[in-house]
């Protein structure tokens, strides 16, 4: 069954420092999304994005953050300066239908970012 | 700012049992889904009501829409130890946006 992959699996940094989060999505999905989960607390969304451009972002979603589709399959999620408040898992997503209503968002077993 | 509050936070319950999951907001939504996640894995989707008032099984899983779209149950009949496992609503705010709000979540434990 395809299946969102997230790589790496857990990643510690020191505060400050940049951090890039990696996704492959599943291969004819066109949806792309980035969520996290700080521990304890609800998943939030963070940033879609589709035809090679960000549709939708959170205000969580600062200038710290970007997105990027690098080539045909993979979809990453940077973190310029990493602050403590950082920390959390990091669900990639994606999606074969605009419409969250009737499509299926299919998520990533998550990055667990921490830093220090 | 929209919120989906879940209810209850916590349940343990043993093998057999029924159980109700409730999810509710102040908001209308155009759908809700649910989902489950299991330690260490990312949300899977069990099912989406559109409709207000749609019931949907999904085998011992029974989902319902309330007839204003602002809350939503999830029923389990006969628990299994393999239900076990962190529930999630989530729902869109509108038809135009793919941004997904979450449930607070009910973390669910079943005891053989």
């Known amino acids: 069954e395809p299946e969102v992959t997230q790589t790496p699996s857990h990643q510690v940094t020191q505060m400050g420092q940049e951090v890039i989060l990696r996704c492959v999505p599943i291969?004819?999905?066109?949806?792309f999304y980035w969520y996290r989960q700080i521990l304890g607390q609800k998943v939030e969304f963070l940033v879609s994005f589709y035809n090679n451009e960000i549709s939708e972002k959170s205000e969580i979603f600062d200038d710290q953050f970007s997105v990027e589709r690098p080539d045909g399959s993979n979809f990453t999620l940077k973190i310029r300066s990493t602050k403590l408040e950082d920390s959390a898992m990091y669900f990639c997503?994606?999606?074969?239908?605009?419409?969250?209503?009737?499509?299926?968002?299919?998520f990533g077993e998550g990055s667990r970012l921490t830093v220090l | 700012t929209q919120l989906l509050e879940q209810s209850p936070q916590f349940l343990s319950i043993q093998e057999g049992e029924n159980l109700t999951v409730y999810c509710n907001s102040s908001?209308?939504?155009?759908?809700l889904q649910w989902y489950r996640q299991e330690p260490g894995e990312g949300p899977v989707l069990l099912v989406t009501v559109v409709t207000g008032g749609e019931v949907k099984k999904l085998k011992r899983l029974t989902f319902q829409f309330g007839d204003a779209r602002k809350d939503s149950s999830l029923h389990i009949t006969a628990a299994q130890p393999g239900d076990t496992g962190l529930y999630l609503c989530a729902g869109p705010r509108s038809y135009n946006t793919d941004k997904l709000i979450f449930g607070t979540g009910t973390r669910l434990q079943v005891f053989p």
């Open positions: 908001s209308v939504f155009s759908s």
């Open positions: 997503a994606s999606s074969g239908a605009a419409d969250p209503n009737t499509g299926e968002l299919f």
């Open positions: 291969s004819n999905h066109l949806y």
